[in-house]
């Protein structure tokens, strides 16, 4: 088995690997002065088995043109089976046309994925649908075990678990169940990429402390305006949130600066920076998707043997 990264997130690389007793296969990328990207793999994948981790986390299209590139250089290399470890997949909110003349990009994105590689691991896809995008095998993993796990040492009676809205519901709930918390959520209305509002609430938040849970937080548009409705309802002002993926892109910090995030916990399922103006914990994928590879990697032998 062999183990490449592209440059998105070279740190959980090296932390899975590490839990899989290996090192990242070794690869040049690199940018020409015109910014095309240049890869080379400098193992022998002849007849290998090989993993290829890259999330398409922004700059999205650079990223996934790296993970193709990097695909395309094993499989030309006479790689035997690759498969594409995306723990944040860019592009899953546009998996429907909302208006005539709009594409469906998470389907384009598992199309040309698909061109390359056999087989797919991802985490809490923003709609788990986009799994039957892929014509190949998808693992669909999920970091809500490890972040209510990591969260269950704080709770208390006086929590409730939020979703923030009605497509965070499902996700919500595997928390509340979890964590045996009751649950509140929120009617949210998008105006535009970064701008939404928190219409209405179904729950009972008075005098309790929230938890907030969503796969992702982008902009943290969602997120801000949930916290306002929440502290207007009469919630204590101690807010958790909880997401797989944090992006925290444009005005996402200043937004959850001003109000009262106690604390952020979340994945690295891409880079997260240090030096938030507020708390923010990052448990590691690394033993998740170490269990992927592994458990993968002993399905292939047992075919090969069989
Ligand atoms: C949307 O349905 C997602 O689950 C998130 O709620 C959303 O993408 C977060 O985006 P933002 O942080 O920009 O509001």
Redesign the pocket.
């Known amino acids: 088995m062999l183990l490449f990264s592209g440059r998105a997130n070279e740190m959980l690389s090296r932390a899975v690997a590490a839990a899989l007793g290996i090192e990242p296969g070794r690869r040049t990328i690199e940018n020409f002065p015109d910014d095309e990207i240049r890869v080379e793999v400098q193992e022998n994948v002849q007849d290998r088995n090989v993993y290829l981790l890259q999330p398409t986390c922004p700059p999205v299209a650079a990223n996934l043109l790296e993970l193709l590139l990097l695909a395309d250089g094993c499989k030309r290399a006479g790689a035997r089976r690759l498969t594409g470890i995306i723990p944040y997949y860019g592009f899953a909110?546009q998996d429907r046309r909302c208006r005539p003349g709009e594409p469906v990009a998470a389907r384009l994105l598992a199309d040309l994925l698909c061109t390359r590689l056999d087989r797919l691991v991802v985490l809490d896809l923003?709609n788990p649908a986009i799994e039957g995008f892929f014509p190949v095998p998808v693992e669909h993993l999920s970091a809500v075990p490890l972040l209510a796990e990591t969260l269950r040492p704080t709770i208390s009676d006086d929590h409730i678990l939020v979703a923030?809205?009605l497509?965070?519901v499902k996700l919500a709930q595997r928390y509340a169940d979890r964590l045996e918390l009751p649950l509140a959520y929120v009617h949210?209305e998008?105006q535009s990429?970064?701008k939404?509002i928190a219409r209405d609430l179904i729950g009972e938040v008075r005098f309790r402390k929230p938890i907030i849970v969503?796969?992702?937080?982008?902009?943290?548009?969602?997120?801000?305006?949930t916290i306002r409705l929440l502290l207007a309802k009469g919630c204590r002002p101690e807010v958790t949130v909880a997401?797989s993926h944090a992006?925290l892109?444009?005005p996402?910090v200043a937004r959850l600066a001003e109000l009262p995030v106690r604390r952020l916990l979340t994945t690295d399922s891409l880079p997260q920076p240090t030096g938030r103006p507020f708390a923010v914990e990052v448990a590691s994928l690394d033993a998740l998707l170490a269990e992927a590879v592994t458990r993968l990697s002993q399905c292939e032998a047992k075919v090969v043997r069989e």
């Not at 969503?214 to 305006?225: F, K, L, N, R, Y």
């Open positions: 909110r923003h923030p809205d497509g965070a949210k998008r990429g970064s939404v969503d796969d992702m937080i982008s902009t943290g548009g969602t997120v801000a305006s997401a992006l892109v444009g996402a």
